[in-house]
């Protein structure tokens, strides 16, 4: 296993795709449109808090100047801007990523903490997530996977509430595809023994350590797509306001410093508390005991049309079906709540906040008053770190731990204590007399790998980035001899990452000028409703559109009503980032067998009227000798695609695209065949004199997204590629 200290340094820059920056061009139109069209309407709130996203898109010729301002967006020339922009990397590097990405040998994961690139080799890896799996206690082997009846029991659950949901609710937990998720681990190489001593031995660049024996995992489970992905979202938006009531809540370490006192008594001590694999041990029963005790004592806070019920029994969903797939073995865990689920840190904090109301109780009975509020006052909590400054004799804080212990035989805590000064999140809090004082904290694996200066990304991103990070110090650390030290590091840190000195240095001049009331003090985000964003993807190469959206602003304003509407500050530029180097050559899947080849099947069902027009296999041959290979594995039943009809008499070929399934799109042409009157293509009739009616259908392209936009430019790619006849 090797530890690349400095990581990979450069983001590959990507080669265009005009294909996306169209889309990205008409979504912004369609944005527009939808800002005229509603301007003079009362805007229908059903109160709905998730939805499925829209594709309306209101009729042209409502607004001549709005009309005509989209049409010079659109017919502005997006090929290139003229410009060769220099790759930041060389032609072996980029071979060389290629290859790391490739590479089955070996698997290449970020570490759990630090930002340091680990590089496993794939049997070593393998044996550590086995470990894990093959705990039958938290993890049972499935023959086959159980989306499918998850969706059912999801389906089910809106049909028995049906006063819970709104009907754009519904249809978002219900009415999308849902794919399996993977499993994989994150190394803590902060946690090994044997890292850190290699860490410190070895001072390099990069660190080897031959299979070290106490490197953990931490599980996760990327599901964006599974079944259970967007009850989740949902449930996490119903119950995340109950955190703030939590007593010992902590939002992040600036929340953390808030929190603390500017004395304490001179005798009391610093202690830390971890919870030990706090996802992976809550039981089940004690987390739904935990949810309903929480909506119950606020139900004000929880709004009232969301039954305890409801909430319950969409929670016992999620943590029951929680399924994945590692090295094409299907698994079910048991105990728990799944890393990587959306509402899993909401849950855990309702869970801590639960057993802390049992430990409060406890500390009234065996404390004094006096000591109970101040250790109720004093416990502060992110996740399963846990902090507190024991003002008792120090042998009286371990009956406090074997306390914590007590709450629950699942949920156990390790403790680490600290006389003058602990570790806290990214904070250091020290003694000195009764004074308490804060030092940024960077634990021993932290490789310091920030954004190097030549890496493809905007300029703005790069400038911005000393700023920030001295921003950051100047919030945490409070000494004013220890900051100078800090931003001096911070120096030598961005040096080595290529930023221009006069750069850092007006960063630092800047976050210096800001007072520390100031930057610690809680912010109150502000949304300004008028703001609509223009998202394009970053690539050099591309013309600057969103330059020309505002100063093409004129044209828009030739209209009273679009003038009051928008003006050239709410046009919003907003950069999608494109595959970096963590994206290229990091993946969840994991797999020691050949991936099977993509392949189109008949769904089976008797009533389908598509299955004897299939052509299923892992590719088709056309009249011209091209080949189509589908990029997914799809049958009649599968929805949002590209697909090519074939004329059994001629054998020439169509490309058609549909946002619903490949079935329900056949039974239109069949029918389009048959009835003239209903025809709105050429293809019918040529499929009915010269097909006899009969044609193959092969779909080829599934779509990631159901953006309508994006899936018409995707067939119009295809159209000029294969250059198909039926569809002239």
Same mark, same amino acid.
């Given at each position: ?34 800002? *005229? ?43 290139? @801007? ?6 930041? +990397?060389?032609? *072996? ?8 990405? !490739? ?94 001593? &290699? $860490?410190?031995?070895?001072? !390099?660049? %990069? ?12 599980? +996760? ?24 009531? +939590? ?6 370490? +600036? ?36 949810? @309903? ?18 909430? =319950? /029994? ?8 929680? !399924? ?53 006052? &004093? ?14 004799? =120090? ?24 006389? /003058? ?7 250091? $809090? ?26 493809? %990304? ?52 800047? &976050?210096? =000028?800001?007072?520390? /009331?100031?930057?610690? &003090? ?68 994991? !797999? ?8 189109? *099947? ?29 990029? =997914? ?6 929805? @949002? ?52 009616? %009969? ?20 067939? @119009? ?12």
């Amino acid at each position: 296993m090797k530890i690349l200290k400095r990581g990979l340094k450069f983001t590959p820059k990507p080669g265009k795709n005009v294909l996306e920056l169209q889309t990205d061009i008409q979504e912004f139109c369609r944005k527009l449109r939808l800002k *005229e069209y509603f301007a003079d309407k009362e805007e229908q709130q059903d109160g709905s808090l998730v939805r499925n996203k829209s594709d309306f898109n209101p009729p042209r010729g409502r607004d001549q100047h709005l009309d005509g301002y989209i049409e010079t967006l659109s017919k502005f020339p997006i090929e290139s @801007n003229g410009e060769r922009k220099r790759n930041n +990397i060389s032609r *072996e590097e980029r071979a060389a990523i290629h290859h790391l990405g !490739s590479d089955t040998s070996i698997v290449i994961k970020e570490a759990d903490k630090g930002g340091t690139i680990v590089i496993m080799d794939s049997g070593y890896y393998m044996e550590k997530v086995e470990e894990q799996l093959k705990d039958t206690k938290y993890y049972k082997e499935l023959q086959e996977p159980i989306d499918e009846n998850t969706m059912r029991k999801i389906q089910r659950l809106v049909s028995k509430h049906p006063n819970c949901t709104t009907e754009k609710e519904a249809d978002f937990l219900t009415k999308f595809e849902c794919k399996t998720s993977h499993f994989y681990g994150l190394p803590k190489v902060h946690k090994s023994s044997e890292i850190q001593k &290699a $860490v410190r031995q070895q001072n !390099s660049e %990069h660190v080897e350590v031959y299979r070290p024996n106490d490197l953990k995992l931490r599980p +996760i489970v990327a599901g964006p797509s599974c079944a259970t992905h967007r009850l989740s979202e949902f449930l996490d938006i119903i119950l995340k306001p109950l955190c703030q009531k +939590i007593p010992s809540f902590l939002k992040d370490d +600036i929340d953390f410093i808030r929190s603390l006192p500017a004395e304490i008594d001179e005798n009391s001590i610093f202690a830390s508390f971890d919870v030990t694999s706090l996802y992976t041990n809550i039981p089940h029963d004690l987390g739904l005991q935990a949810i @309903n005790y929480w909506v119950n004592r606020y139900r004000d806070t929880v709004e009232s049309r969301f039954s305890t019920e409801f909430i =319950a /029994e969409a929670m016992e969903i999620i943590l029951k079906n929680n !399924s994945f797939i590692f090295n094409s073995q299907h698994y079910l865990q048991l105990v728990g709540t799944a890393m990587g689920t959306k509402v899993a840190p909401t849950y855990a904090n309702l869970v801590m906040g639960f057993l802390e109301q049992k430990l409060y109780q406890r500390i009234e009975e065996q404390y004094q008053t006096e000591t109970s509020k101040h250790i109720k006052k &004093a416990w502060k909590r992110f996740l399963d770190d846990c902090f507190l400054y024991w003002n008792l004799p =120090a042998e009286q804080l371990k009956d406090f731990h074997d306390q914590l212990n007590s709450l629950h035989p699942a949920i156990q805590f390790t403790m680490e204590i600290g006389e /003058e000064q602990i570790p806290f999140l990214d904070v250091l $809090v020290k003694k000195r007399g009764s004074k308490i004082t804060t030092d940024i904290y960077y634990k021993d694996t932290d490789n310091h790998q920030y954004l190097d200066f030549h890496s493809s %990304h905007p300029s703005h991103t790069k400038r911005n980035i000393p700023y920030c990070l001295a921003r950051r110090i100047c919030t945490i650390v409070d000494d004013r001899e220890t900051l100078e030290r800090r931003l001096e590091e911070l120096v030598f840190y961005l040096t080595k990452q290529h930023y221009p000195l006069q750069l850092i240095e007006a960063g630092i001049q800047r &976050a210096k =000028a800001i007072p520390i /009331e100031e930057l610690r &003090a809680e912010k109150n985000k502000e949304t300004d409703n008028n703001i609509i964003p223009f998202v394009t993807t970053y690539i050099p190469e591309q013309p600057n559109v969103i330059s020309v959206a505002r100063t093409n602003i004129p044209i828009l304003h030739r209209s009273d009503k679009m003038k009051q509407i928008i003006q050239a500050k709410h046009i919003l530029p907003s950069k999608r980032q494109p595959k970096n180097l963590k994206k290229l050559i990091t993946k969840a899947n994991f !797999s020691t067998g050949q991936a099977p080849k993509n392949r189109i *099947e008949k769904c089976g069902d008797s009533r389908c009227g598509t299955c004897k027009h299939l052509t299923v296999g892992e590719q088709i041959i056309l009249k011209n000798g091209m080949n189509i290979k589908p990029n =997914a594995n799809m049958n009649c039943k599968t929805k @949002n695609l590209v697909y090519c009809i074939t004329c059994p008499g001629c054998s020439e070929w169509y490309i058609g695209q549909t946002g619903n399934s490949l079935c329900e799109r056949m039974r239109i042409h069949r029918q389009q065949i048959r009835s003239v009157e209903t025809r709105q293509i050429p293809l019918s009739a040529h499929l009915e004199t010269c097909g006899s009616g %009969h044609f193959l259908v092969f779909p080829f392209h599934k779509m990631t997204d159901l953006n309508t936009q994006k899936r018409i430019l995707k067939e @119009n790619t295809f159209i000029k590629l294969f250059k198909p006849k039926l569809n002239s």
